[in-house]
């Protein structure tokens, strides 16, 4: 049974320039949730996607969108980076009909902004 | 809305030694509580969850936490500590909004002393 996968594992950007972030849920899951998590801080939630539509979304700017897609992977997406989007970016898949939300988190993708 | 705090970012215990590691949460809604773990360069982990079915949860590797509504805690321990706990620890609160949105506290580290 495949866990939650992430890619790439980890990148450098510059700033000004956009990345885009790929995670594929754990099987049978049709939810995706995104996290930034600084160093040395906890994960901040970004958004979630559901049936292909953004759900609920945190407090960060519209530089952050994302995209689900139907076999339920999804994409974050950053457009003109600052030295402070460097963090390790956190998927994380559930599945709607669950009635605690509990969540399984893939190894996150580990953005350097220079 | 909802919030976590934890008390102490920084922990260190003697092994074999109790550990407790401290969180209070708020909720508008009645919550659904989460300890997870984090290994350096790795994602979290699920150790524990609390779903109001009992209010003592028992996790993996000898964790359990209690619920206390009255004082809107969910403080994490375990009675004898091994090396292998040092870790990054985040209790995390859930609540059903029209979909699950899942905050973490900012985490507590754990250092185990030979």
């Known amino acids: 049974d495949a866990g939650v996968t992430q890619s790439p594992t980890h990148l450098i950007k510059t700033r000004g320039q956009q990345v885009t972030l790929r995670c594929s849920p754990k099987s049978g899951h049709d939810t995706v949730s995104w996290y930034q998590q600084a160093l040395g801080q906890g994960p901040q939630f970004i958004f979630q996607y559901y049936e292909e539509e953004e759900r609920q979304r945190g407090n960060f700017p519209d530089r952050f969108s994302g995209h689900q897609f139907p076999n339920y992977s999804s994409e974050l997406n950053v457009n003109a980076l600052l030295l402070g989007d460097s963090a390790l970016y956190l998927c994380a898949s559930s599945l709607a009909q669950s009635n605690t939300g509990e969540l399984f988190f893939g190894e996150g993708s580990r953005l350097t902004v220079l | 809305a909802q919030s976590v705090t934890q008390l102490g970012s920084h922990v260190s215990v003697s092994e074999g030694a109790l550990v407790l590691l401290r969180c209070n949460y708020s909720?508008?809604?009645?919550?659904?509580l989460f300890w997870y773990v984090q290994y350096p360069n790795q994602g979290l982990q699920l150790l524990l969850k609390?779903?109001?079915?009992?209010?003592l949860v028992k996790g993996i590797n000898g964790f359990e936490a209690e619920f206390k509504k009255s004082e809107t805690s969910f403080h994490l321990t375990k009675p004898s500590a091994h090396m292998s706990d040092a870790a990054e620890y985040f209790c995390?609160?859930?609540?059903?909004?029209?979909?699950?949105?899942?905050?973490f506290g900012a985490g507590t580290r754990l250092f185990v002393k030979a």
């Open positions: 909720s508008s809604v009645p919550p659904y």
């Open positions: 995390a609160v859930s609540a059903n909004t029209g979909g699950f949105k899942t905050i």
């Open positions: 609390y779903t109001s079915a009992a209010t």
